[in-house]
């Protein structure tokens, strides 16, 4: 499968603690994003990081990406509540004929503890 | 927020009944898609359109059919539904040229009877 993976599956944590989902893949890829999904609703953009890239911080994200072990770490810090949602790590590949799509995981099923 | 609609968000019909689920976008994109999704689980992509007139099927084989008439839209038809089809369909579209962001709609949950 050439789709990444997150890990853990399901996270439950207090409010207020840091949150730390990661994803793995097995092949090389372009770019590879971090999406949100709130329960019933419809996926949110999170961040993108190019596989020249190492981290990236977009306000309380950081995303961290290893392309030699083939893997990403999505650092929530500082949880709230309102971070309760389902997290999808979707990679980049891309072929020959330049049909470039987003493949997707799980997810990450978090949740943050009032 | 994205200016990205679906429609309806949900639907429950009886088997052998024909649906089509609308999908349009206020953003110029070129690139539309529609993932399946069940509950709990990763996206599967069904379909996916580069501009109009151009639709590929996607992963994941669907009964399903697309169409892209004009730039805005990409509907989703299903001539005959049956039970397997109950699901949560996706749209999204993105900006043409290397793949970036892909901005969502809020999703149509289909219940086939």
């Known amino acids: 499968s050439q789709q990444g993976e997150e890990d853990p599956q399901a996270l439950s944590i207090q409010e207020g603690e840091n949150a730390t989902m990661n994803c793995s893949y097995k092949?090389?890829?372009?770019?590879l994003q971090w999406y949100r999904q709130n329960s019933g609703r419809g996926l949110v953009h999170l961040i993108l990081?190019?596989?020249?890239?190492r981290e990236k911080h977009s306000g309380r994200l950081r995303v961290t990406l290893d392309t030699s072990k083939k893997s990403s770490s999505l650092l929530i810090t500082a949880s709230r509540a309102a971070d309760t949602a389902s997290y999808f790590c979707?990679?980049?590949?891309?072929?020959?004929?330049?049909?470039?799509?987003?493949?997707f995981g799980k997810g990450t099923k978090l949740s943050v503890i009032p | 927020e994205a200016d990205i609609y679906q429609t309806p968000r949900y639907l429950v019909i009886g088997t052998g009944k024909k649906i089509t689920l609308e999908c349009s976008q206020t953003?110029?994109?070129?690139?539309m898609y529609w993932y399946q999704q069940d509950p709990g689980m990763e996206l599967h992509l069904i379909h996916y359109?580069?501009?109009?007139?151009?639709?590929e099927k996607g992963d994941l084989s669907s009964e399903s059919t697309v169409s892209r008439i004009r730039t805005e839209h990409f509907p989703l038809t299903l001539e005959s539904a049956r039970p397997s089809h109950t699901s949560q369909y996706l749209c999204?579209?993105?900006?043409?040229?290397?793949?970036?962001?892909?901005?969502f709609g809020e999703g149509s949950r289909l219940t086939v009877l």
């Open positions: 953003m110029g994109h070129d690139k």
């Open positions: 999204a579209s993105s900006e043409s040229g290397y793949t970036g962001e892909l901005f």
């Open positions: 092949t090389s890829i372009n770019n």
């Open positions: 979707a990679i980049n590949i891309g072929d020959g004929a330049g049909s470039y799509q987003l493949t």
């Open positions: 990081i190019r596989s020249n890239e």
């Open positions: 359109s580069y501009g109009v007139n151009s639709t």
